[in-house]
């Protein structure tokens, strides 16, 4: 077993790996899929532990001292996310975005085949967590007003307007109110 998780990192196709390994398609994919359960379920735990309300917190206040955007817990379906240059990785490594501090706070992997962004999302378990209102912190009163509204994630079009999730308001008919709201979204969401 050893030496045919040592494969899960070529990024070669099923087909090719059963050739090299002299198995079938199917039973390197079951391979594969066996260790990449097992992998996870060792260490999630110790690496992305679901977050709590002291974390949800934290992450809001930094949103809003960086972006100024308020109640904001995090981004969902961000793209692009500086990590470290792997070691003897060459030319083929890019960074795209210097001083960024993004970080993965809640993973998880969608169903096979293809679904929208918001369809995955909305068979998710954090969705679930979230439609559940008990995951996150109670709502906060918004910077020096008395309104108190939730904690959110922002995302794109591909989401769902909900209480706990903002998006952007539709391109059509945009007011100047509107369009800075948009604008300002879209700079947190980067």
Same mark, same amino acid.
């Given at each position: 077993?050893?030496?045919?998780?040592?494969?899960?990192?070529?990024?070669?196709?099923?087909?090719?790996?059963?050739? #090299?390994? %002299?198995?079938?398609?199917?039973?390197?994919?079951? *391979?594969?899929? @066996?260790?990449?359960?097992?992998?996870? !379920?060792?260490?999630?735990?110790?690496?992305?532990?679901?977050?709590?309300?002291?974390?949800?917190?934290?992450?809001?206040?930094?949103?809003?001292?960086?972006?100024?955007?308020?109640?904001?817990?995090?981004?969902?379906?961000?793209?692009?996310?500086?990590?470290?240059?792997?070691?003897?990785?060459?030319?083929?490594? #890019?960074? %795209?975005?210097?001083?960024?501090?993004?970080?993965? *706070?809640?993973? @998880?992997?969608?169903?096979?085949?293809? !679904?929208?962004?918001?369809?995955?999302?909305?068979?998710?378990?954090?969705?679930?967590?979230?439609?559940?209102?008990?995951?996150?912190?109670?709502?906060?009163?918004?910077?020096?007003?008395?309104?108190?509204?939730?904690?959110?994630?922002?995302?794109?079009?591909?989401?769902?307007?909900?209480?706990?999730?903002?998006?952007?308001?539709?391109?059509?008919?945009?007011?100047?109110?509107?369009?800075?709201?948009?604008?300002?979204?879209?700079?947190?969401?980067?």
């Amino acid at each position: 077993m050893k030496k045919k998780c040592g494969y899960l990192s070529t990024g070669l196709s099923f087909r090719n790996l059963a050739i #090299t390994l %002299r198995m079938g398609a199917s039973t390197v994919g079951k *391979i594969v899929h @066996e260790t990449c359960k097992v992998i996870w !379920q060792e260490l999630v735990d110790d690496f992305m532990p679901i977050p709590n309300q002291d974390r949800f917190v934290k992450i809001a206040d930094d949103f809003y001292n960086r972006w100024k955007f308020p109640n904001c817990i995090g981004c969902i379906d961000g793209k692009h996310c500086q990590i470290k240059c792997p070691v003897n990785n060459g030319s083929s490594f #890019t960074s %795209r975005r210097s001083g960024c501090r993004q970080k993965f *706070i809640f993973i @998880e992997v969608g169903s096979r085949g293809k !679904q929208s962004d918001g369809g995955t999302f909305a068979a998710s378990t954090l969705f679930q967590h979230l439609q559940s209102n008990t995951f996150v912190p109670l709502d906060k009163e918004l910077p020096g007003t008395t309104i108190k509204l939730p904690y959110v994630l922002i995302g794109d079009e591909a989401y769902p307007l909900k209480t706990f999730l903002m998006r952007p308001f539709p391109s059509r008919n945009l007011n100047a109110i509107r369009e800075n709201y948009n604008k300002r979204l879209s700079a947190a969401r980067k």
